[in-house]
């Protein structure tokens, strides 16, 4: 009898040291993000230009996960763009890049990694202006004559601020689609004496105030480097 006793005083004694040993096994079990570069496009810009004359251009999006919640950002691209107002319709071509941060202020389950985006951006651009046909209303009983082309302006710059909003939802391992608007706020713009600036690329329409708005619809792919 007491040997039966012994046992089960044995038993009881190594039960809850074997509890706390798995508890501290499981505790030791950590998950490792992934840390590396995602690369994209622009999708909406080839298909407007593959149905329209008046617009060409493309877009390459990237960012860079340095911390848990923040990356580096930057856009590049490229626009060839008619516009047409009331009495003169021209043509902007030229290069442009964005840099910045994003911050994700999404709080993703276990091996999630989808992002609400909220950045910011600096944006500079290189661009030329042509008049490619204009009106002259000057007296409002003599007909309005139309010109075939008006004077060409190049070497112009600007240079702007972004708020980026946004997400990023991966849909595929390793494959992410992208909304974001952009509120843009002009910084500092090059102008001819006779004609003002009323598309920049990458800011695309200037407004009233020299501000504006822009957005992309992107697809990427993440590049993992390493986990952490």
């Known amino acids: 009898m007491l040997k039966y006793i012994i046992s089960l005083i044995f038993l009881f004694t190594l039960f809850p ?33 593959a149905f329209s004359d008046d617009t060409k ?18 856009e590049l691209g490229y626009r060839d763009q008619t516009t047409y107002e009331d009495f003169f319709d021209f ?41 490619n046909e204009y009106t002259i209303n000057t007296d409002p009983f003599i007909p309005n004559r139309t010109e075939p082309e008006g004077e060409a302006f190049g070497g112009q710059t600007a240079h702007w601020a972004e708020l980026v909003l946004g997400i990023k939802v991966e ?30 690329p990458g800011f695309e329409r200037v407004f009233v105030n020299d501000n504006g708005f822009s957005f992309n619809y992107t697809v990427s792919y993440l590049i993992p480097f390493y986990r952490k």
């Open 57 to 74: 251009g493309f877009e390459i999006v990237g960012d860079y996960r340095v911390t848990n919640r923040f990356y580096i950002a930057t």
């Open 171 to 200: 849909v595929l391992h390793n494959v992410f689609l992208g909304f974001s608007f952009r509120g843009n706020t002009m910084l500092s713009i090059t102008e001819p004496e006779n004609f003002k600036n009323l598309y920049v």
């Open 17 to 49: 040291l074997a509890a706390q040993l798995g508890k501290e096994a499981k505790d030791t079990t950590t998950y490792k993000d992934r840390y590396g570069l995602r690369v994209g496009i622009d999708v909406v810009r080839p298909i407007y230009s």
């Open 91 to 131: 043509t902007t071509k030229g290069e442009y890049i964005k840099l910045g941060v994003d911050y994700n202020a999404y709080k993703n389950w276990l091996g999630m990694e989808n992002m609400i985006v909220v950045g910011l951006r600096y944006g500079f651009s290189t661009f030329s202006q042509k008049v």
